[in-house]
């Protein structure tokens, strides 16, 4: 099993920025991807962005030029640089990290954060 444990959620006006950290427990299985997922009032869960352990990176359209996800291997952490916020931005985030083995994803979560753009 791997614990994530987020950190930096919060309220904040439009156009500004705030920064996620999310540590998982340990090193190993489960880290080959880091990343973000968003989940807003009766939406569904979607991805933000993620990084590989390689450093490749992917993200949703929405947060393309604003949004930077990265990864210190070394602390088994990964990073969201949120900037230019947006209402539509508001969210409960999710850090996720994944794996495969087998032919199957395993998917770890973290407990999620709170993200609110708001004047």
């Known amino acids: 099993q791997v614990q994530l444990v987020e950190s930096g959620g919060g309220l904040v006006q439009p156009g500004g920025s705030l920064r996620l950290s999310c540590a998982a427990s340990?090193?190993?299985?489960?880290?080959?991807?880091m990343g973000w997922y968003r989940q807003a009032p009766g939406e569904q869960r979607e991805l933000v962005a993620h990084?590989?352990?390689?450093?490749?990176?992917n993200y949703a359209d929405s947060v393309k030029g604003r949004f930077t996800v990265s990864r210190d291997n070394a602390k088994n952490t990964v990073y969201l640089q949120m900037n230019s916020l947006k209402p539509e931005d508001t969210a409960i985030y999710y850090c996720n990290a994944h794996d495969w083995a087998g032919g199957y994803r395993y998917d770890y979560w973290g407990q999620g954060t709170q993200v609110t753009v708001s004047s």
């Open positions: 340990r090193s190993g299985f489960g880290l080959n991807v």
């Open positions: 990084v590989t352990s390689g450093g490749s990176t």
